[in-house]
């Protein structure tokens, strides 16, 4: 049980019009990075949206290091690292007082935030960013500073919505060898994407979402996932059409 | 509490950087200590035509007429000032898409909200103090003398009237949350400020918070003093409104 970072059950939410996620199921591990893939609008980002309480589920449970996030125990956020959606960066402060802001809106002060987040700007080579506003940074390079805001602290559980998006190649390399090191030392980590090959080079498990619902899972290591997937994608399209 | 803490470190550093909230400072301090001491200098010329333009409390050209037209520009423009600033405070999380990095964290959206309101007055007492020390500047400098006791109760006047200005702007926060975004939390300042200056002109209703404040600008005797008592009400009601609207925020729209 203490292995288990997160368990989503029978959780449901559904916008006006039908859409959203319906009864799903899934978990994250210790050490593991499970990949969520779907199509635009499959339900990734309400799906995570749902686990950090931006949305509340309309039936089922979700628990965030053992807690139900909605119940009265309280879950240790500060053990929890996420970016969804917008990148935590604002405009009128620099790359390294962002992180700073960051770190403090997780408790972390002092030396402790300081060595946190001058390791984060090493990990992912902002340096050449971090006395630059936010606002005169690149969309990657924002993407960038918001990637180090969720990972600095060395959470148990990261989840990441589309990290990728915006990155260039060494940004896209450098996050996937600072989510293999955060796995390797424990993490639990749910990214998601619509990016297979990406995926598949550093998930431990792949779970294929469309209209809601978790679809089926994927190999990491088959040959032609592409082909699987979208085999699974008009399946249950078909199914619910 | 200390999450609390937290979060007013952290609303004080981004304020400390914004942009918005200095030249919105810096336009209201300096923008009614000028104008003051313009219709001073003008009261002082002598000019008939003009004198008659700027009525008998501001004709006289000394420190009465000074601080009788920093009060009544002050509980307007301060208003809207005031309100802008809040409002972006709040508002400019949804717009900016920022809001969504505030979930998931050990400082709940309670204490976020309540820090925004926090370092909001403090910025907001921090402004009226300068445009009440720029008025004290102004009058020396305009060769008014060192003020008398009447100068000095009127100084005070203008630094309370400040700070209760604040006090009523407090339902932008509230709109700017509920609306989302700075332009609903402005359409509620402006509504307040019609309200207010509407009230005023017709002489009525001087109990009303929102009223209160302008309507001692402008007679500043006893009943309009009594009527302040009321003007906590404002921030206190809106304040608790804006921080159960970010406890319960879901991003669903």
Known sequence: ?241 | MNTLIDAVAVESRKARSAMVLWSTGALLALGVATLAAVVVVAGRGGDPAILAKLGPQAATGDWAALLATAAQVTAAGGLLAFGVGLSWLIGREFADGTVSGLFGLPVSRSDIAAAKLIVFLAWAFAVSAALTVLLLVAGVALGLGAPDSAAMAGLVRQLALGALTALIAVPAGWAASLGRGLLPGIAVTVGVLVLAQVSVLADFASWIPFVAPAFWSIHPDVDSALALSVVPLVPLIFGAATIFVWRRLQLDR
């Not at chain 1, 807690?67 to 240790?76: K, L, Q, Y």
């Not at chain 1, 450098?174 to 749910?190: D, H, K, P, Q, V």
């Not at chain 1, 431990?204 to 040959?223: F, K």
């Open chain 1, 1 to 241: 049980m203490s292995d288990l970072r997160l368990r989503l059950t029978g959780v449901s939410r559904t916008y006006r019009g039908g859409a959203g996620v319906h009864g799903v199921d899934l978990v994250v591990e210790a050490g593991e990075i499970h990949a969520l893939v779907g199509l635009n609008g499959a339900g990734k980002s309400t799906l995570m949206k749902l686990m950090v309480g931006m949305l509340q589920a309309e039936a089922g449970t979700v628990e965030v290091l053992g807690r139900n996030i909605f119940g009265t125990d309280g879950v240790d956020w500060a053990q929890v690292g996420a970016l969804i959606e917008y990148p935590l960066a604002y405009g009128e402060l620099d790359g390294r007082t962002n992180l700073l802001m960051a770190a403090r809106l997780r408790g972390m002060r002092g030396e402790a935030a300081a060595t946190a987040v001058d390791g984060a700007i090493n990990e992912l080579h902002l340096d050449r960013y971090s006395a630059v506003r936010a606002r005169r940074l690149s969309l990657g390079n924002k993407q960038r500073i918001g990637l180090a805001a969720a990972l600095q602290h060395h959470p148990k559980l990261i989840v990441l919505d589309e990290p990728t998006n915006a990155l260039d190649p060494s940004g896209v390399i450098l996050l996937r060898e600072a989510l293999l090191r955060r796995a390797e030392a424990g993490a639990g980590i749910l990214i998601s994407s619509h990016h297979l090959d990406e995926v598949a080079r550093i998930a431990t498990r792949i779970s294929v979402i469309a209209d809601g619902r978790i679809v089926g899972h994927l190999d990491p290591d088959g040959i032609d996932i592409e082909r699987a997937f979208f085999a699974m994608v008009y399946t249950a399209e078909a199914t619910t059409t």
